[in-house]
């Protein structure tokens, strides 16, 4: 059984950094794609960076230059470094891990970031 839990949210002052990690547990980490996504009261899920099973990333627009993923295959957990954080970027952060040789896919409950003075 595929679990995937996130950790590393709190409140942060605008310009401040948090570091988000996702451990998946149950399975080896490099045959999934792990994606950080996000969700804004009122606001519909969107997505904010991902790494694939082959280690390629790439990230939003609205986080480019100031998120970073990374994966550490060796602890089956990926990070999302999130620097400069503005008020905008408060959300539920959720990790997603999609099975690359089929359709199982697995969420994590979330974890909260607030940023606010």
């Known amino acids: 059984q595929v679990q995937v839990v996130e950790s590393g949210g709190g409140l942060v002052q605008p310009g401040g950094s948090l570091r988000l990690s996702c451990v998946v547990s149950?399975?080896?980490?490099?045959?999934?794609?792990i994606k950080w996504y996000r969700q804004a009261p009122g606001k519909q899920r969107e997505l904010v960076a991902v790494?694939?099973?082959?280690?390629?990333?790439n990230d939003a627009d609205s986080v480019k230059g100031r998120f970073t993923i990374s994966r550490y295959s060796a602890k089956n957990t990926v990070d999302l470094q999130m620097n400069s954080l503005k008020p905008e970027d408060t959300a539920v952060y959720y990790c997603n891990a999609k099975w690359v040789y089929g359709p199982g896919e697995y969420w994590g409950k979330g974890t909260l970031v607030t940023v606010s003075s």
């Open positions: 790494i694939t099973s082959g280690g390629s990333t």
């Open positions: 149950g399975d080896i980490l490099k045959i999934y794609d």
